[in-house]
């Protein structure tokens, strides 16, 4: 009996062992996806964020002391102290302004491709973590300080379309007007994540509209609203001091280096690009300028230079991040034969630009905008565009609609910001105070104190 149980159980444990191994063996169950893996935040390169830096204060150098001399020395003694002073305040004033509220409107949260919204004012949300859309390698704050730099400069630049005549504390009102309602929308729709100027694919690297036709073309509005200086054409307004002009020109030169280069945001082969270009172009519009004026008046001068200089530099700022060193050869001489003829021209139209901003900005900056739609090559940035000499004569259309599109927020938004400070405070200050001259009616103090002719020096 034992034995047949243990058989029988045997005998099923037998069964159980066959059909175990002849059962295909079900597949696990599938296993759950494993959860993406979030991505890394951004890291800070020390290197780009060093450049950049480095690059801002590089740009600050041309505001003060760079645009301060060379404005400065080209007026007349009575106006030295104001003219420098105005480079220097903006430098304050846009400072505040563009904490407060000028970079969130400028790059702040679009709003329909016009304008930054509200919503970083104050710098509420710009910390020093990146912004992939503004520097995925640097602090966000270091974006938005070397942006500042070119917010100070630029309407610096309109302040020698009316040297020598504005009242200062119109000035102070103009200044912040300009730069909320002119400047912040520009930048916003040319380099502002959204901007219609830049979803058409404008392209301008450093500034070409942004800065100089903004600059200019306000100026062209300034010279002809404000009006002449007294006693132009009729009496000599010559420049007082030409070394003066000619170190604050230098200066500009070697702060442009932060302008274009820095504009790469990045320490590498751009900003090495954007770097050589930058001298190229330069040398080359100084040359342009120096020989177009040995040619036509004989001889050439220090002035004209110096001028030529700077002209290349307005230039070649919007092709910078985007032309060979081939093209900026061109792009720089044809700045200086551009420039020179087109300050030569407004004695003939009769407005009185005192510093020839409208030749220089106002052309150079069109030039240099319609020259990267000529010269623009993917081989040099492929975040770019390629121009009409690399087949695709398209960038120098869209390159056209950002030069009107500027020319005419520019002309018609100055214009209605003067005339209407014009009726609030007026804009000129009296004859008898512009006689005087501006430093002492405005700010009670002389740019050169010289003593009597009986002063012999302090006693032994």
Same mark, same amino acid.
């Given at each position: ?133 503004? =520097?995925? #390698? @640097?602090? $966000? ?6 942006? /500042?730099?070119? !917010?100070? %400069? ?52 450093? =500034?070409? #509209? @942004?800065? $100089? ?6 100026? /062209?509005?300034? !010279?002809? %609203? ?68 040995? !040619? ?165």
């Amino acid at each position: 009996m034992t034995l047949a149980v243990f058989f029988a159980l045997f005998f099923i444990s037998g069964i159980g062992l066959g059909w175990a191994q002849q059962a295909p063996a079900q597949a696990p169950p599938p296993a759950a996806p494993a959860p993406a893996a979030p991505a890394p935040p951004p890291k800070i390169d020390s290197g780009d964020t060093a450049w950049l830096l480095t690059s801002s204060a590089l740009v600050l150098v041309m505001t003060a002391p760079g645009l301060a001399l060379f404005y400065g020395g080209m007026v007349r003694p009575k106006n030295a102290l104001a003219t420098i002073m105005h480079s220097f305040i903006i430098l304050a004033l846009i400072s505040v302004q563009w904490v407060l509220w000028g970079y969130s409107l400028a790059f702040g949260p679009d709003k329909g491709g016009i304008i930054g919204g509200l919503e970083w004012i104050g710098l509420r949300g710009v910390g020093l973590t990146p912004n992939p859309d503004y =520097g995925a #390698t @640097v602090p $966000h704050q270091a974006y938005m300080v070397f942006q /500042l730099m070119f !917010a100070v %400069i630029t309407p610096a630049l309109i302040t020698g379309a009316f040297a020598e005549r504005m009242k200062f504390s119109t000035f102070i009102v103009f200044t912040l007007a300009w730069a909320t309602f002119i400047y912040d929308p520009l930048a916003h729709w040319v380099w502002g994540t959204g901007g219609w100027l830049k979803n058409r694919g404008a392209l301008d690297f450093a =500034g070409g #509209t @942004v800065v $100089h036709i903004s600059s200019g073309i306000s100026a /062209l509005a300034a !010279a002809l %609203i404000i009006g002449k200086r007294k006693g132009y054409g009729h009496e000599p307004m010559r420049p007082h001091n030409l070394p003066l002009t000619v170190t604050g020109a230098s200066l500009l030169w070697f702060g442009w280096f932060g302008f274009n280069a820095g504009s790469a945001i990045s320490a590498g082969a751009l900003a090495t690009s954007a770097f050589v270009v930058t001298n190229t172009a330069t040398a080359a519009a100084a040359l342009g300028w120096m020989f177009s004026e040995w !040619a036509m008046r004989g001889k050439p001068t220090v002035l004209g230079a110096a001028s030529g200089a700077v002209a290349g530099l307005v230039a070649i700022t919007p092709a910078s991040g985007f032309v060979t060193p081939m093209a900026s050869i061109i792009i720089g001489a044809g700045a200086g034969f551009f420039c020179y003829n087109a300050c030569n021209v407004k004695a003939r139209l009769g407005y009185d630009d005192s510093l020839d901003v409208v030749g220089v900005h106002g052309i150079g900056g069109t030039w240099g905008a319609l020259a990267t739609g000529l010269f623009a090559t993917k081989t040099i940035n492929p975040d770019g565009g390629d121009g009409l000499f690399y087949g695709n004569p398209a960038q120098l259309g869209t390159q056209l609609i950002a030069v009107v599109a500027s020319w005419v927020l520019a002309f018609f938004g100055t214009a209605i910001i003067l005339k209407v400070l014009d009726a609030i405070m007026g804009l000129r200050v009296s004859q008898e105070d512009e006689m005087a001259g501006l430093d002492l009616s405005q700010h009670s103090e002389n740019a050169y104190a010289l003593e009597s002719p009986g002063f012999a020096g302090p006693k032994p």
